[in-house]
Nanobody
Framework: QVQLVESGGGLVQPGGSLRLSCAAS????????MSWYRQAPGKQRELVAA???????NYADSVKGRFAVSRDNAKNTVYLQMNSLKPEDTAVYYC???????????????WGQGTQVTVSS
């Protein structure tokens, strides 16, 4: 069974920084894209950043220039460095990974449990 565990959330002041981590474990053969989503109260979940197996990245316009996504394939881990945080970044952040559990078959999406990020004075 595959598990994704996020960490690094917390409460920070506007302008501060946080680094989120998401480690995948279990029956993993290969990981395709990994991504970060967030969901604020009363809003739909939105894609924040994504990184492919070839290290191509995409970001939501609202976080470009402030956030950076990276991955460590040896550790099956994706990171989200968040700088210059704003109150509107407050949300539960979820990681997602598209994972092959065997060398044959098809990959499936897996989600972490989420980690709360609160940006407030």
């Amino acid at each position: 069974q595959v598990q994704l565990v996020e960490s690094g959330g917390g409460l920070v002041q506007p302008g501060g920084s946080l680094r989120l981590s998401c480690a995948a474990s279990g029956s993993i053969f290969s990981i395709n894209a990994m991504s970060w989503y967030r969901q604020a109260p009363g809003k739909q979940r939105e894609l924040v950043a994504a990184i492919t197996s070839g290290d191509n990245t995409n970001y939501a316009d609202s976080v470009k220039g402030r956030f950076a996504v990276s991955r460590d394939n040896a550790k099956n881990t994706v990171y989200l460095q968040m700088n210059s945080l704003k109150p509107e970044d407050t949300a539960v952040y979820y990681c997602n990974a598209n994972i092959w559990t065997t060398r044959w078959g098809i990959p499936s999406d897996y989600w972490g449990q989420g980690t709360q990020v609160t940006v407030s004075s």
